[in-house]
């Protein structure tokens, strides 16, 4: 027969507090939440006082602990010997109720667990105002065990309370005398424990724990080795305790990590400091590091371990520094992901900090270029789960990646290819849609769609209110500014006989309106409710609206299944375009939508902005003139060739004055508009209609066109004579390129498409 892994020892329930106190027993869960109901705490004390088992515990005496140096243990006369493997949350629970120690409960917030002791019914009870007020009962059984208390003197001021509001017998008080006495003997309760002896590595200790435990839960890797900065490095994780609980407080004494956005737990930002300092994702490897494990060798040495320590130690302080984190989550915010409720992945938060500390800290990216870098990462990896299912594998194996990158080019390159493998035609005209063909509240590409509206620039559906403003989670409203609306409403589908919960959940079914038109939509079929909705906008807002929010025309009497196949491919076009806009940030690239028109036309011509004095009209001539239109023309598709997009304004001359739209003798804006869209429709081609946004604007008293031109994920050809021409901006000028010039500029251009 093998030798056991394992001896058996034989405590009370005083010696077990005794050596936690002493610090021969780590229980650094009194420094964690505390999952437990308080029910379950007095479920636990019931059991023992009735003398029902309530199972072992399990500690383990890692070798390496013996002869280790307490780093920062404060209030602990002992190095631990032993680590509580399984029953941390019973031995908390004992810990907390006999000596009256507040648990840390989610969110930080510290928290006394009352039990309150009826000794004449033998009941036990969560303390609250009835237990309290009830003189029955004994409020918090937590006195009988504090050693400043009397046990004889709590008796008699329990007895002398209760006969103030009822008569005892001598059969009663006799009664309730003995069971307080049994409940105070609860100090005397046997355990057993089962101590894993000091050669057993991690690896066979993870093995104990699954087979033993009735759940199969796996043992935490992170438990071990928090446990194990408890026993090297109490600051350490200290630091990390405080940090997290900061992250979900506002402080009122300075800078803190509060945010609304994302709030890490220690084993996360433990993660973190783990890939920053190791280039390492799975925590056994780390484990086994900071046991002062060689991994070339296998051999174990403090040597090691203190050299481990230190890099991990550098590591957190970076990754903890207050500047860095709010640096880093402006990052996610320029991705477009505005509201914590946007959040799929958190182990894509996680990663993208551990590329933002090492870009930063290690390359000395500008702050400006790398934030860039780090949102257009991000985007990608929340849109596709990249680290959904099975991250620890998918992070390690990005690490690799990034291990042998130690220049900024190096980095920069790594994850490029990583999302240009990820991001190919195929993703975006079938993958996307297929995953968008869902009714899942927490789908990554819808939280992508609302990400790209952010980046967009995109206003709510028929409001003026934008899309970003109304996600930001900053404010706190009695109902959600911003709702997500049932372009076909649930009652109506019923009509139709379309029934099904998930066919009616679709996301192609949804879209972003503001509270109060959402409730007033109620359950109107879209036909009867669009038209009053539409009265509130102009022609040309309407076609931006549909755009942003992927209708396709006429859809308000489409099947309800050609909606929704219409739709996914319009949305996936609309998240391929905010990604587009992140992937070309580098360029130079303005929001024109946040200046005025006067200050557009006052920086003049450039590679982003042309005029046009008129739509049709030569001038010269007075006469309608194609050559004029054929200029549009060829203006419009250059800004779609570039990668920066630009801006034709119609009605001012090349120095700037205004002559306004009248020159063309229109006999009203809209006829001009419609104009425009069919010299665009026949001569550039209809699909590119969705990256130009033609609107009238006031400029020095007259009315000018403006025409917004977006970056298109196509080539754009300009068809003349039965040709087809290529045009692109150069400086402040739109060439023409022909032949191989034109493949070339095309294959760079396009290639991410």
């Not at 058996?8 to 505390?34: C, N, T, V």
């Not at 900053?474 to 372009?487: D, F, G, M, N, Y």
């Amino acid at each position: 027969m093998n030798k056991t892994v394992y001896k058996k020892i034989d405590y009370d329930l005083s010696s077990l507090i005794s050596d936690i106190k002493m610090g021969d027993i780590a229980l650094p869960e009194l420094q964690r939440p505390f999952v437990w109901k308080n029910a379950k705490v007095r479920n636990l004390f019931d059991s023992m006082y009735r003398g029902f088992p309530v199972g072992f515990f399990l500690f383990w005496e890692p070798s390496m602990v013996r002869d280790a140096r307490a780093i920062g243990v404060e209030g602990k006369q002992k190095t631990p010997r032993l680590l509580v493997v399984d029953g941390q949350q019973r031995l908390t629970s004992l810990y907390a109720v006999m000596t009256g120690t507040p648990v840390i409960r989610e969110g930080y917030d510290a928290e006394k667990i009352e039990i309150s002791f009826n000794p004449l019914q033998e009941k036990f009870e969560v303390a609250d105002a009835t237990t309290r007020k009830n003189r029955q009962f004994l409020p918090n059984i937590s006195v009988l065990w504090d050693p400043d208390n009397d046990f004889d003197e709590i008796k008699e001021d329990y007895f002398e309370r209760l006969s103030e509001i009822q008569e005892l017998t001598d059969e009663e008080r006799k009664q309730a005398r003995s069971a307080l006495n049994r409940l105070e003997k609860l100090s005397s309760y046997p355990f057993t424990a089962l101590e894993l002896t000091a050669n057993v590595d991690e690896e066979q200790v993870s093995e104990v724990f699954v087979r033993i435990n009735s759940e199969g839960k796996k043992l935490n890797q992170a438990d071990f080795i928090l446990t194990l900065m408890s026993v090297f490095w109490d600051e350490g994780r200290t630091e990390l305790e405080k940090f997290c609980q900061g992250a979900r407080q506002p402080s009122t004494s300075g800078a803190s990590p509060f945010n609304s956005l994302f709030q890490p737990d220690p084993d996360q930002l433990l993660r973190v400091s783990v890939g920053v300092a190791f280039r390492r994702a799975r925590l056994q490897y780390v484990y086994s590091i900071l046991r002062g494990k060689d991994l070339e060798t296998e051999q174990f040495s403090d040597e090691k371990r203190e050299e481990q320590f230190a890099k991990l130690k550098d590591a957190q302080s970076r990754v903890l520094n207050l500047q860095h984190w709010h640096d880093f989550l402006k990052s996610i915010r320029f991705a477009g992901f505005k509201s914590r409720k946007m959040i799929s992945s958190e182990n894509a938060i996680l990663f993208a900090y551990i590329l933002y500390i090492i870009g930063h800290t290690e390359l000395a990216f500008d702050r400006h270029d790398l934030r860039h870098l780090i949102a257009k990462w991000f985007f990608v990896t929340a849109m596709t789960g990249r680290y959904t299912s099975s991250p620890e594998s998918k992070m390690e194996a990005d690490l690799a990646k990034l291990r042998e990158a130690s220049t900024q080019e190096q980095f920069q390159t790594t994850l490029d290819k990583i999302c240009n493998a990820v991001t190919t035609n195929d993703y975006w005209a079938i993958t996307l849609p297929t995953e968008l063909a869902t009714s899942s509240a927490r789908s990554p590409s819808m939280f992508s769609y609302f990400a790209a509206l952010t980046l967009l620039d995109a206003k709510v559906l028929f409001s003026e209110q934008k899309v970003s403003e109304l996600l930001d989670s900053s404010t706190k409203e009695p109902r959600s500014p911003i709702e997500r609306h049932h372009l076909f409403p649930k009652k109506h589908l019923d009509d139709m006989g379309i029934t099904a919960r998930t066919r009616k959940n679709q996301i192609a079914n949804y879209a972003l309106v503001e509270w109060g038109d959402n409730a007033s939509i109620g359950d109107l079929p879209p036909a009867e409710y669009l038209p009053t909705l539409q009265q509130r906008f102009n022609k040309s807002e309407l076609e931006r609206m549909h755009y942003w929010h992927a209708l396709p025309d006429g859809w308000e009497a489409m099947d309800y299944d050609s909606f929704l196949r219409a739709r996914r491919e319009l949305i996936a076009g609309i998240i391929r375009d905010g990604y587009s806009k992140l992937s070309s940030s580098g360029e130079s690239q303005i929001d024109y939508s946040e200046r005025s028109i006067a200050e557009l036309i006052k920086e003049g011509e450039n590679a982003t902005t042309e005029f046009k004095s008129t739509l049709r009209k030569n001038l010269h001539t007075n006469e309608n003139d194609v050559r004029m239109e054929n200029s549009v023309l060829k203006t419009i598709a250059g800004f779609l060739n570039s990668k920066g997009g630009g801006t034709l304004v119609v009605g001012v001359t090349d120095d700037g004055d205004a002559l306004g739209i009248e020159s063309d003798s229109f006999p009203n804006e809209d006829k001009m508009s419609l104009h425009l869209n069919n010299l665009i429709k026949d001569r550039i081609g209809s699909k590119h209609m969705l990256y130009i946004h033609p609107h009238f604007d006031e400029y020095e008293d007259k009315r000018v066109l403006v025409v917004d031109c977006q970056p298109a994920r196509s080539p754009v050809y300009v068809k003349e004579g039965g040709e087809e021409r290529f045009y692109i901006r150069s400086v402040a000028a739109t060439a023409e390129l022909k032949g191989s010039q034109a493949q070339d500029f095309i294959r760079q251009r396009f290639q991410a498409f």
